[in-house]
């Protein structure tokens, strides 16, 4: 609960299925820090490989993949007192949560970005998130700054750009949405 991870800019991370366990979505679980610093010369990349980045709007939102959620997500326990995310593209995410990973949470809905700490810092800014079964990302509360993003294709099932809980203060400002919602 004391660690940090840092992700360098450049790096490209591949989440698939745990195929031992009967194919259950991965995703990353944060019980420290997260510093996600990637730079506009050198994003880093959360995925699922082979999956199609698709354009298209208006379509059957049934066979697009941006909503089918590909891997878990990125989630911050409540013991995780700062989540940081800059220059990221986080993509195909938003998979139900396993009973493991919904220890960190207490929810098992599917989101790209969970934070739980109530008491800590979300930093998102010039990031991109495509695609997710629900809300781009959730917030349960503390200091967020969410600035200069895209959320594109999130919310198959009606979800928001943003969910916020009780308790949640910052900025959240000159961010774009694209597409939310299945609209």
Do not use: H
Not at 14 to 27: A, D, E, K, V
Not at 80 to 106: D, N, Q, Y
Not at 119 to 124: K, M, P, S
């Amino acid at each position: 609960q004391t660690d940090t991870l840092f992700i360098q800019p450049g790096v490209t991370i591949n989440f698939g299925l745990n195929t031992s366990n009967g194919n259950i979505p991965c995703g990353l679980g944060i019980k420290g820090t997260l510093i996600c610093v990637g730079t506009k010369d050198k994003p880093i990349l959360i995925t699922f490989p082979g999956v199609t980045k698709t354009d298209t709007y208006g379509a059957d939102p049934n066979l697009d993949p941006a909503l089918k959620g590909k891997w878990t997500g990125i989630i911050g326990a409540t013991t995780c007192p700062l989540m940081v995310i800059k220059w990221t593209r986080v993509e195909f995410g938003g998979a139900a949560i396993s009973a493991g990973m919904k220890t960190f949470t207490g929810s098992s809905s599917p989101y790209p970005l969970y934070y739980a700490n109530p008491a800590g810092v979300f930093i998102l800014e010039d990031s991109w998130i495509y695609g997710s079964v629900d809300d781009p990302f959730r917030i349960n509360g503390g200091k967020i700054n969410v600035m200069r993003n895209t959320f594109e294709k999130c919310g198959y099932t009606g979800g928001e750009a943003m969910n916020a809980k009780a308790g949640t203060i910052g900025n959240f400002a000159y961010n774009l949405c694209i597409g939310m919602a299945t609209n």
